[in-house]
Nanobody, 120 residues
Framework: QVQLVESGGGLVQAGGSLRLSCAASGNVAVINVMGWYRQTPEKQRELVAAISTGGSTNYADSVKGRFTISRDNHKNTMYLQMDSLKPEDTAVYYC??????????????WGQGTQVTVSS
């Protein structure tokens, strides 16, 4: 129903910045809350940021003040601006969205993931 494609990952030095993008297509009318998860082989998947259609946002404590989530509803695109990156931010980052209900902790759709690597 909905397809999500992430882009913008890569290798960056500690203290640097990256901007991730998530392009949604298909039946985008069902999308409510969108968010970014991250995962490493050693840790469970973590919701790092979420944003509603109205623009309200929430952040994990580990990224608050450093990451900024935004979305362009007309372009059906979500962004994650990551500043002051730390090595512990290294992970695969996934775009996710709910369907109708707005429960981003139970995503209906996932992107393929994009690798973010932060070097010391």
């Amino acid at each position: 129903q909905v397809q999500l494609v992430e882009s913008g990952g890569g290798l960056v030095q500690a203290g640097g910045s990256l901007r991730l993008s998530c392009a949604a297509s298909g039946n985008v009318a069902v999308i409510n809350v969108m968010g970014w998860y991250r995962q490493t082989p050693e840790k469970q998947r973590e919701l790092v940021a979420a944003i509603s259609t109205g623009g309200s946002t929430n952040y994990a404590d580990s990224v608050k003040g450093r990451f900024t989530i935004s979305r362009d509803n007309h372009k059906n695109t979500m962004y994650l601006q990551m500043d002051s990156l730390k090595p512990e931010d290294t992970a695969v980052y996934y775009c996710a969205t709910d369907e109708y209900s707005g429960d981003i902790y139970r995503p209906a759709y996932w992107g393929q993931g994009t690798q973010v690597t932060v070097s010391s």
